[in-house]
């Protein structure tokens, strides 16, 4: 069997598109060295070569530097031989007609990840041949969430049932204990999230007037935002007329290191997302001894279980946010639980075993 990959892109960039890339080509180039029959070659449009990594076996891995034109005649050309078509993102659907003229017989899936298939005017509003293209040329889709995949069938038509639920996961090593968040500073808060115009339902903006409100009730925070882009000089200017600019401290974009010495000095983390298409930074938080809170939207509720292994809130409003940074605060017995069963979810659902597992399933479907 031969598995085509169009990615665009995986090695040259960190996000979380680029992640799940990365984790799939892992993935593949496994199922090729367990069976010798699977053949795997996968074209990224936007890396350069020098960003392709040496160490995946199995894997025929070519690279454009953003070259459409050459992506899109190599990716028919491969596709022309091949039984299993996964196509990274919906961007490439227009080579899903092509595919099924040239090769008929070959199954086409397509990734969904999030707000590039919800539709609708606040995201990204569907082309007018979409709907059709997606329901006579992509055999399945592998939907992030079960709330991605009912924005889908909702605005173009497909078929729930041809919709397989394809979850993110971490790395974790569960003999890792990290240091217990309740001997470190109790009040120390994490935020982690780009903060380009189009983020502004990540609602960064209340996390900092939830740190005004806990200043009123007598709880001097500390916020770390880990992030950049247009918004950081409103948030700024924000932090400043709340009279919390001494307790927000905005550290821009950080490198790996320094994200996981804030990781390691933070007791709580925070990010009230609307727009998750699945929710892979409050896994990052559990893997790293945090526990979480997070908003009672999008698909967020499908990772975090309020009460269990995090806290959901609902609306997003500055109170309501400071009620429940106040209730972690004050009781470390409770956040310690809820990290030991978010650590226990990732064992269990969002690990890389079981990502493989799933992928093999995918892959056997038709």
Request: glycine share 6%; charged share 25%.
């Given at each position: 069997?031969?598995?085509?990959?169009?990615?665009?892109?995986?090695?040259?960039?960190?996000?979380?598109?680029?992640?799940?890339?990365?984790?799939?080509?892992?993935?593949?180039?496994?199922?090729?060295?367990?069976?010798?029959?699977?053949?795997?070659?996968?074209m990224?449009?936007?890396?350069?070569?020098?960003?392709?990594?040496?160490?995946?076996?199995?894997?025929?891995?070519?690279?454009?530097?953003?070259?459409?034109?050459?992506?899109?005649?190599?990716?028919?050309?491969?596709?022309?031989?091949?039984?299993?078509?996964?196509?990274?993102?919906?961007?490439?659907?227009?080579?899903?007609?092509?595919?099924?003229?040239?090769?008929?017989?070959?199954?086409?899936?397509?990734?969904?990840?999030?707000?590039?298939?919800?539709?609708?005017?606040?995201?990204?509003a569907?082309?007018?041949?979409?709907?059709?293209?997606l329901?006579?040329?992509?055999?399945?889709?592998?939907?992030?969430?079960?709330?991605?995949a009912?924005?889908?069938?909702?605005?173009?038509?497909?078929k729930?049932?041809?919709?397989?639920?394809?979850?993110?996961?971490?790395?974790?090593?569960?003999?890792?204990?990290?240091?217990?968040?309740?001997?470190?500073?109790?009040?120390?808060?994490?935020?982690?999230?780009?903060?380009?115009?189009?983020?502004?339902?990540?609602?960064?903006?209340i996390?900092?007037?939830?740190?005004?409100?806990?200043?009123?009730?007598?709880?001097?925070?500390t916020?770390?935002?880990?992030?950049?882009?247009?918004?950081?000089?409103?948030?700024?200017?924000?932090?400043?007329?709340?009279?919390?600019?001494?307790?927000?401290?905005?550290?821009?974009?950080?490198?790996?290191d320094?994200?996981?010495?804030?990781?390691?000095?933070?007791?709580?983390?925070?990010?009230?997302?609307?727009?998750?298409?699945?929710?892979?930074v409050?896994?990052?938080a559990?893997?790293?001894?945090?526990?979480?809170?997070?908003?009672?939207?999008?698909?967020?509720?499908?990772?975090?279980?309020?009460g269990?292994?995090?806290?959901?809130?609902?609306?997003?409003?500055?109170?309501?946010?400071?009620?429940?940074?106040?209730?972690?605060?004050?009781?470390?017995?409770l956040?310690?639980?809820?990290?030991?069963?978010?650590?226990?979810k990732?064992?269990?659902?969002?690990?890389?075993?079981?990502?493989?597992?799933?992928?093999?399933?995918?892959?056997?479907?038709?």
């Open positions: 069997m031969k598995v085509v990959f169009l990615a665009q892109g995986a090695f040259s960039s960190i996000g979380g598109i680029q992640r799940f890339n990365t984790r799939l080509i892992q993935s593949l180039s496994q199922i090729s060295c367990d069976d010798v029959e699977c053949e795997v070659e996968v990224i449009r936007s890396d350069s070569t020098r960003d392709l990594p040496n160490n995946m076996p199995g894997v025929v891995m070519e690279s454009f530097s953003g070259a459409a034109a050459g992506f899109a005649w190599r990716s028919l050309l491969s596709a022309v031989r091949a039984q299993r078509i996964i196509l990274g993102h919906i961007n490439f659907l227009p080579l899903a007609v092509l595919f099924r003229l040239l090769n008929p017989r070959a199954s086409v899936y397509m990734i969904a990840h999030g707000i590039e298939v919800w539709g609708g005017a606040e995201f990204r569907y082309r007018w041949w979409e709907p059709l293209a329901r006579k040329c992509v055999d399945h889709i592998l939907s992030v969430s079960e709330f991605t009912k924005k889908i069938v909702d605005h173009t038509g497909y729930a049932e041809k919709i397989i639920n394809f979850p993110n996961v971490i790395d974790v090593d569960v003999s890792d204990v990290p240091v217990d968040a309740a001997v470190r500073s109790s009040a120390t808060i994490l935020t982690v999230t780009r903060l380009s115009g189009s983020e502004r339902k990540k609602n960064v903006n996390v900092i007037s939830a740190i005004a409100e806990l200043k009123k009730i007598g709880i001097v925070a916020l770390h935002v880990v992030g950049d882009g247009e918004l950081l000089g409103e948030l700024k200017a924000l932090a400043a007329d709340l009279a919390v600019d001494t307790q927000v401290v905005f550290h821009g974009k950080v490198s790996d320094q994200l996981n010495l804030l990781y390691r000095s933070a007791s709580i983390f925070v990010l009230p997302s609307e727009k998750e298409g699945f929710g892979i409050y896994l990052e559990w893997k790293n001894g945090l526990p979480v809170i997070a908003a009672k939207a999008t698909a967020i509720p499908e990772v975090v279980d309020d269990v292994d995090g806290l959901v809130i609902y609306p997003v409003e500055p109170a309501v946010l400071c009620r429940a940074l106040a209730k972690l605060i004050d009781d470390p017995v956040a310690r639980k809820m990290v030991e069963n978010g650590r226990r990732i064992s269990d659902k969002f690990n890389h075993p079981a990502f493989v597992r799933r992928l093999k399933a995918a892959l056997k479907v038709l």
